[in-house]
């Protein structure tokens, strides 16, 4: 599948954000190893802490139906679904991105119009701690 694809798969996600609070809709596309794609959205809430990224979602809907590799993902965001810039997944989900997935893993952080910034999972998260390298045997 084309980044193109993946990345408008991202943005229909978006239109699925539920944001009461922050106003601000992310929307990420996750693609399997098999082609399937996972869609996902931030889903807030009153206490805050329980929000969920976009990101977030499409790994845990993808890791429940059982998929565990994964090839890349699109993600983009902005005010009210206004894509102003590209848009850089938050820490936590480059750690999840870390639990599944391999170094050759493709980030697409899409910005304004058709342009995306193309990141493997190395430069988002150097020196990471790597469950293949210090968890697993
Ligand atoms: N958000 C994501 O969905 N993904 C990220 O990587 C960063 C932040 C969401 C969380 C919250 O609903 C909103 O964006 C503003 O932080």
């Known amino acids: 599948m084309s980044p193109e694809t993946l990345i408008e ?7 699925h954000a539920y944001v009461p609070y922050s ?39 993808a890791v429940y139906d059982g998929h565990r590799d994964f090839t890349a993902i699109a993600v983009c965001g902005g005010k009210d679904g206004v894509i102003t810039g590209f848009f850089p997944p ?21 910005g304004v119009g058709d342009s995306y910034q193309e990141r493997t999972l190395p430069q988002l998260l150097p020196d990471s701690f790597d469950p293949k390298k210090h968890m697993k045997g």
């Open 9 to 15: 798969l991202a943005k229909e996600a978006m239109t």
């Open 23 to 61: 106003g601000y809709k992310v929307g990420a596309a996750l693609l399997c190893a098999d082609g399937t794609v996972y869609q996902g959205c931030n889903i807030e809430n009153a206490a805050y802490g329980p929000t969920v990224c976009a990101e977030r979602t499409a790994f845990f809907k």
């Open 90 to 110: 938050c820490g936590v989900c480059r750690q999840v991105m870390r639990e599944f997935c391999t170094d050759d893993f493709r980030i697409y952080m899409v």
